[in-house]
């Protein structure tokens, strides 16, 4: 059973230039969340989607955009790169249970991320 | 908002020596709290998690209880191993929310 995967690995920008980061979920996951996880930091919540559409966003610009499709996986693109933007990316996948609502107990399960560096 | 505080590291230690982690969080209401951990180049993975006021999480001889009177949750086990070497995150969920609020992490460093 595949878990969270996520492409490409690596990559590097410069300022300026947009980036596309992609996830394909845990078998039998419809939700995905993206976090951003600057070095020696905690991950910090971008959004998450569900029935492709963003159910919550956290406190990041507009640059930050995503989109799921029917098969569930997800896209998290940025535009007009800063050197700030350098950070692990991290995608989380859960089902609706473990995701949201009061019932919700949170459980995530992450990739390995996408590691962005802008030059 | 919510909030997590969690002890800075590194934390080193022989193995087989007593751990703890200390955590601490702010939070409306009665949020889920998790601990997560992350081996050197590998993604975050729940280690455990409790979800109401008094419960115990346990995995893998980690232990960790919700105190709400406290608003702690921290980490413990009683023999460190090598491979417990990672960065552990302290995590919560508040009601009604979607996303998880972390600590900044607490690098364990266990020598042998």
């Known amino acids: 059973d595949a878990g969270v995967t996520q492409s490409p690995t690596h990559l590097i920008k410069t300022r300026g230039q947009q980036v596309t980061l992609r996830c394909s979920p845990k078998?039998?996951?419809?939700?995905v969340s993206w976090y951003q996880q600057a070095l020696g930091q905690g991950p910090q919540f971008i959004f998450q989607?569900?029935?492709?559409?963003?159910?919550q966003r956290g406190n990041f610009p507009d640059r930050f955009s995503g989109h799921q499709f029917p098969n569930y996986s997800s896209e998290l693109n940025v535009n007009a790169l800063l050197l700030g933007d350098s950070a692990l990316y991290l995608c989380?996948?859960?089902?609706?249970?473990?995701?949201?609502?009061?019932?919700?107990?949170?459980?995530?399960?992450f990739g390995e991320g996408s590691r962005l560096t802008v030059l | 908002g919510n909030s997590v505080t969690q002890m800075e590291g590194p934390v080193t230690l022989s193995e087989e020596a007593f751990l703890t982690i200390n955590c601490t969080y702010t939070a409306t209401g009665y949020p889920s709290l998790f601990w997560y951990v992350q081996y050197p180049g590998e993604g975050l993975q729940l280690l455990l998690k409790?979800?109401?006021?008094?419960d115990k999480g346990s995995n893998k001889g980690f232990e960790a209880t919700y105190r709400k009177e406290t608003t702690s949750f921290h980490l413990e086990k009683g023999s460190v191993q090598v491979s417990d070497s990672a960065v552990y995150f302290c995590?919560?969920?508040?009601?009604?929310?979607?996303?998880?609020?972390f600590g900044t992490g607490t690098r364990l460093l266990v020598s042998p």
């Open positions: 078998s039998g996951h419809d939700t």
């Open positions: 995590a919560l969920k508040g009601t009604g929310f979607q996303k998880l609020v």
């Open positions: 989607y569900y029935e492709e559409e963003e159910r």
């Open positions: 409790a979800t109401k006021a008094d």
């Open positions: 989380a996948s859960s089902s609706p249970e473990l995701a949201g609502g009061p019932l919700g107990t949170g459980e995530l399960f």
